[in-house]
């Protein structure tokens, strides 16, 4: 993935990473991260206190990518641990509220690098603050797409599985799955293949198909490959764990997190 060019070295900015959950922001912000740490430049990493699923003190990819971080509670706390810093990291912005942006404003004033990872939308799909206020001062934006778990097609969309809670309940794959606009629109008649299965139907006729189900009467045959029907990418591919690493389960230890199929009160969807 690209990497915003050097301005002048006394020139501070803001990059920002978004997307849906799945969709690499996570992985993208360490690899930009450990580059500046091969170049020695002093590096402060941060993320919110909501996410301490899988490690307090680490940022984790869901393909087990880390970094060493330090949990802040509200935005406010970077300030007081940046000063050093060339450049700092920051993932799970969604969770920072709205003081995030003076922070960040402030930081890129003083001649740093600041790179933000957040969700743009939350799981209804409307935009997560302050990720939206970021993308408008950043001088460097940055958007990643997750493979839709329907039907393999880009997924701009994180679709909540469960029927409950707010705007932010933290959870992985147990509650959480990557869709394209689609997929996300036509919710809970768009059914993600059980792991190993083979998405072979596109997903209006998987939704036909369950009709005739509860109609009692088979769907009729279409020609295989014939016009009206093009091949969906993920007709061959869907992803066969869809986030279900080892950081998942991790995040489900009780005690630590939201144990499987539980929701925890006052918790967020993480990015
Ligand atoms: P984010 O921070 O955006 O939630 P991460 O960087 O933590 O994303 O994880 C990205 C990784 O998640 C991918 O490289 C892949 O290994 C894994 N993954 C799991 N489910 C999906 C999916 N549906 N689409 C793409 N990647 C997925
Ligand atoms: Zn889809």
């Given at each position: 993935m690209s990497e915003p060019a050097h301005p002048l070295p006394s020139t501070g900015w803001i990059e920002v990473i978004v997307g849906s959950m799945y969709s690499g922001k996570t992985e993208e912000l360490i690899r930009r991260l450990r580059r500046a740490q091969i170049a020695r430049q002093?590096?402060?990493?941060?993320?919110?206190?909501?996410?301490?699923?899988?490690?307090?003190?680490?940022?984790?990819?869901?393909?087990?990518?880390?970094?060493?971080?330090?949990?802040?509670?509200?935005?406010?706390?970077?300030?007081?641990?940046?000063?050093?810093?060339?450049?700092?990291?920051?993932?799970?912005?969604?969770?920072?509220?709205?003081?995030?942006?003076?922070?960040?404003?402030?930081?890129?004033?003083?001649?740093?690098?600041?790179?933000?990872?957040?969700?743009?939308?939350?799981?209804?799909?409307?935009?997560?603050?302050?990720?939206?206020?970021?993308?408008?001062?950043?001088?460097?934006?940055t958007k990643t797409l997750a493979i839709c778990v329907v039907c393999g097609a880009p997924a701009n969309r994180t679709y909540r599985k469960v029927k409950r809670g707010g705007r932010v309940v933290v959870g992985g794959s147990e509650l959480y799955e990557a869709r394209c606009r689609r997929c996300f629109d036509l919710g809970p008649r768009a059914r993600a293949p059980e792991?190993?299965?083979?998405?072979?139907?596109?997903?209006?006729?998987?939704?036909?198909?369950?009709?005739?189900?509860?109609?009692?009467?088979?769907?009729?045959?279409?020609?295989?490959?014939?016009?009206?029907?093009?091949?969906?990418?993920?007709?061959?591919?869907?992803?066969?764990?869809?986030?279900?690493?080892?950081?998942?389960?991790?995040?489900t230890v009780p005690g630590r997190g939201v144990a499987r199929g539980r929701l925890r009160p006052a918790s967020g969807l993480r990015a």
């Open positions: 002093r590096v402060e990493i941060f993320k919110p206190r909501l996410d301490d699923r899988y490690a307090r003190d680490h940022i984790v990819s869901h393909s087990e990518l880390r970094i060493p971080s330090r949990t802040i509670r509200s935005a406010r706390e970077v300030l007081r641990h940046a000063h050093e810093a060339q450049v700092i990291g920051i993932d799970e912005g969604q969770f920072l509220g709205p003081e995030l942006v003076p922070v960040c404003e402030k930081l890129a004033r003083q001649g740093k690098r600041v790179i933000v990872a957040g969700l743009d939308q939350d799981y209804k799909g409307r935009p997560f603050e302050p990720m939206p206020q970021l993308l408008a001062i950043a001088e460097y934006i792991p190993g299965m083979t998405v072979t139907r596109r997903p209006e006729r998987l939704a036909a198909a369950s009709r005739h189900a509860r109609a009692g009467r088979p769907p009729g045959r279409r020609r295989a490959g014939g016009r009206g029907a093009p091949r969906s990418p993920a007709s061959a591919t869907p992803t066969p764990n869809h986030g279900g690493s080892a950081r998942d389960a991790s995040k």
